[in-house]
């Protein structure tokens, strides 16, 4: 492999596809096959300044306040800076924590079922979420779970809300 092919390789991987939930996240870093799937909990101290102590699963057996930031009953995202520690946390995992991170391009899913879908509003807060962890991009997928395939033949570019939510934050 030539020395180009091979910087070109590290730094424009496959997409990172993201699937939430109010009870998972999930994070697949298509090319590598690194994965992140843990509950959207952050434990947070009650001191000054509050500091998170854990997150994930092991944010359970913390002796500190517990916040899961998808968990409003109305709305998917209730703490939007909570939301942000949980995604750069397993950005960071799955991208290895290497020193130097590529900005991935997103495939957002969330697969909570949710009445009426996600409203525009929504959409724009996962997006600026996606922008503050360092996406690239930003596709939102609604429908079947995408395969590493369709992931890689870019399946998720022809999803209407994409096209449209992008159409919008684009202008």
Known sequence: MSLIKLIKASFSGGPFYVKLSRS????????SGNFY????????????????EAIGTSARSAS????????????FVEDFLVAEKVLAHAFLIVSGNKPFRVSPIVVAHVVEKLDGGLTQIEYRVLH?????????????WEG???????????????????STFSSITDS
């Open 144 to 162: 079947h779970e995408l395969t590493d395939d369709e992931l890689r033949a870019g399946a998720y570019r022809d999803s209407e809300t994409s």
């Open 64 to 75: 500190s306040v517990t916040v899961n930031p998808f968990s409003h009953p109305r709305v």
């Open 24 to 31: 998972r996240v999930s994070v697949k870093d298509v090319a």
């Open 128 to 140: 600026e979420l996606f922008d503050n962890v360092g996406a690239r991009k930003t596709y939102f």
């Open 37 to 52: 799937d843990d509950e959207p909990l952050v434990a947070i101290s009650q001191g000054e300044p509050p500091l998170i």
